[in-house]
């Protein structure tokens, strides 16, 4: 059971809750307004409206920057939803075209953010390995030092 909440802060442990409402109500929307495309997109768009206001309120991750992501993630799910509304019945190819270009360019931009903070958080956990990695180098080898420098963690 603590996987679910491993992530949160202590004071969020019911998050994950929050998160599997939100998508049961995506799910009953998607299937209960099935030909009704902009009740459909209206009414997700207000779940994760919704989701976005209460992410902002409680702020349920322990790191800062996971926070920004949701909302970053929240957001971009959002104007997708108000761009597929507005470009479902459109006629014109311009619009079309500026409206998918849009789209393109939003998700793009957050699979970058999304990269971006994987790989980084990658070399972190990677440095501090091979740091410790060389610290048991020298500590059971002890002449190395000469040779292995390791930053020394407090």
């Known amino acids: 059971m603590g996987l679910m909440y ?3 802060s202590a004071r969020c442990y019911f998050w994950e809750v929050v998160k599997i409402y939100q998508k049961i109500l995506i799910i009953v929307f998607l299937n209960y307004y099935d030909d009704q495309v902009k009740l459909k997109g209206s009414f997700i768009f207000i779940t994760i409206l919704i989701y976005m206001i209460l ?5 349920p991750y322990e ?3 996971l926070n920004r992501i949701d909302l970053l993630s929240s957001n971009a799910c959002a104007f997708s ?3 597929g509304m ?3 019945k459109e006629k014109q190819d311009v619009y079309l075209y500026i409206g998918y270009a849009t789209l393109i360019g939003l998700n793009a931009f957050l699979l970058f953010v999304l990269l971006s903070n994987y790989i980084s958080l ?3 956990a990677a ?3 091979l740091n410790s990695v060389k610290k048991s180098i020298v500590t059971n080898i002890p002449f190395t030092k ?3 420098r390791y930053r020394k963690l407090s």
């Open 86 to 88: 507005l470009l479902h």
């Open 122 to 124: 990658y070399l972190v």
């Open 55 to 59: 992410s902002k309120l409680f702020g």
């Open 6 to 8: 491993n992530e949160y």
């Open 127 to 129: 440095e501090n390995f």
């Open 81 to 83: 939803i108000l761009c």
């Open 146 to 148: 000469y040779c292995i």
């Open 63 to 65: 790191r800062k920057f």
